[in-house]
């Protein structure tokens, strides 16, 4: 994406978490309050990030615990499925009829001895234990702490989720399982992939995003930006196969504070999504489309690719997210770039003198989002597996409607970031059967975690259309 968030996750050593804090209160204990109050707050229907944002305002946490309450609520909502599978194995009562308050506390508790190596285990149980305490769960903290502490017997005993041995559960539940995946999804995966291609795919999905920044040739090289960073302590390395990728290794805090931000010499953007913009292959003169543009990570790079020079009219239906793709724009010196709000679908209807004027055309539609499940950490709970049947007839209408806006001998670039073929290969192969002029050049599937050990899922398509 081209916009940093203002703050990621921060590396923290277990003394730094867990020692004791001036004022009596266990260090640690705010950031873990925050996490549980996000947790409650994405299962009465809040979105993640939102949530974690609007609770990371109310406290006034260092960098090391806004770190810690990022890393504990979004690894604890990943991992939902395979919590309540201990939840139910452990305890007398089974996860959903545990009071939300006390599942959803467990749920952080449990989330730091089985994925958080960095945590004492004591730590853990402790401050899981005082947050009952002091978070209106006094009579249940005895509960938290006999569960917590039944868990770490079966760990030091070597067992597993019994569910994951039992007779009668198939492939797909185990899948499930294993990787905090609904039953829907892992069946699908078992048919898209072999065993291990399914396995790795759940894996990566619940892998802490890396990230990825995009240098901005036009200001700087990788290697230049790479010694600035170094210079000022962070670690960057190439990504390979991506010509402008530096990844951060360690590093943590606001991005906004490293070096080159101000003068508009990177941002962040996934490396697999860098891959995208360079299909188009587009010219310094150009009139280029990127169809659903906001927040604006392919217009500024396809702004980069041609040199500022032609121009690139972004288009989205939301008028607040353009504003972002100005800001990004004006902050990497592009003037190239020009927003309107709109529906790509309807766009040729509307303004018919469009027609056949773009020398390409970028089409990064709406999906399912099944690509950036580590990136998201609540989708995999939101998704229903019937709405993909409304994102195929909308990619489609999307991709019906721009193609008449695309010059004779143009190209246009159909992506998404999911894996899911009937939003992929599938649609793109029914476009082309229909439309004569229609030549497909390429097409490749990314899965996450395929680019250099990282990377978003991403599907791109190739297509020209054959001059009159």
Not at 48 to 69: F, I, T
Not at 193 to 199: C, E, K, S, T, V
Not at 332 to 338: K, S, T, V, Y
Not at 415 to 434: K, Q
Request: with cysteine; charged share 25%.
């Amino acid at each position: 994406m081209g916009h940093p968030p203002r703050q990621i996750g921060l590396q923290s050593s277990p003394a730094s978490a867990d020692a004791p804090a001036a004022g009596g209160e266990q260090r640690g204990l705010a950031a873990r309050r925050c996490a549980w109050q996000v947790l409650q707050a994405v299962a009465a229907g809040a979105y993640a990030d939102g949530a974690l944002e609007r609770e990371l305002g109310r406290v006034n946490l260092s960098p090391q615990d806004r770190a810690l309450a990022t890393e504990l609520a979004y690894g604890a909502i990943r991992q939902r499925r395979c919590l309540d599978a201990w939840l139910d194995q452990l305890g007398k009562v089974p996860a959903e009829r545990q009071p939300p308050k006390l599942r959803w506390l467990l749920h952080l508790g449990l989330y730091q001895l089985l994925h958080s190596g960095r945590i004492p285990a004591s730590a853990a149980v402790s401050t899981t234990v005082e947050l009952a305490k002091r978070g209106g769960l006094g009579r249940l903290a005895p509960v938290a702490n006999g569960l917590l502490r039944a868990f770490l017997r079966c760990q030091e005993a070597g067992e597993s989720l019994t569910r994951l041995d039992a007779p009668g559960v198939d492939a797909a539940e185990r899948l499930g399982l294993r990787h905090s995946l609904p039953d829907w999804l892992a069946r699908d995966l078992l048919q898209w992939l072999p065993p291990q291609g399914a396995d790795a795919f759940g894996a990566a999905c619940n892998t802490k995003p890396a990230i990825d920044l995009r240098v901005n040739r036009r200001c700087t090289t990788p290697e230049a930006l790479q010694r600035a960073l170094a210079a000022a302590g962070v670690q960057a390395v190439p990504v390979a196969g991506v010509p402008s990728a530096l990844t951060l290794q360690g590093r943590s805090g606001d991005l906004r504070q490293l070096p080159g931000y101000d003068q508009g010499q990177w941002c962040v953007q996934d490396r697999t999504a860098q891959r995208i913009a360079p299909l188009l292959d587009p010219k310094p003169g150009e009139r280029i489309l990127d169809a659903c543009a906001a927040p604006g990570g392919k217009s500024t790079h396809l702004a980069e690719l041609i040199d500022d020079q032609g121009e690139v009219l972004a288009l989205d239906r939301a008028e607040a997210r353009l504003r972002r793709v100005d800001r990004n724009a004006e902050r990497l010196g592009l003037h190239c770039i020009r927003t309107a709000c709109g529906d790509a679908a309807t766009l040729a209807a509307r303004q018919p003198e469009l027609l056949g004027q773009f020398d390409r055309i970028l089409l990064d539609a709406p999906c399912s989002g099944l690509g950036t499940l580590a990136r998201h950490a609540d989708a995999r709970w939101r998704l229903d597996p019937a709405a993909i049947d409304g994102l195929v007839v909308l990619q489609r209408q999307l991709l019906d409607g721009l193609w008449p806006l695309l010059k004779p001998g143009g190209r246009l670039v159909y992506a998404t970031c999911t894996v899911h073929p009937r939003e992929n290969g599938e649609l793109v192969e029914a476009f082309c059967a229909e439309r004569r002029e229609a030549t497909l050049q390429g097409r490749w599937q990314s899965w996450p975690g395929d680019l250099d050990g990282g990377g978003d899922g991403f599907f791109a398509a190739v297509l020209e259309r054959v001059p009159d």
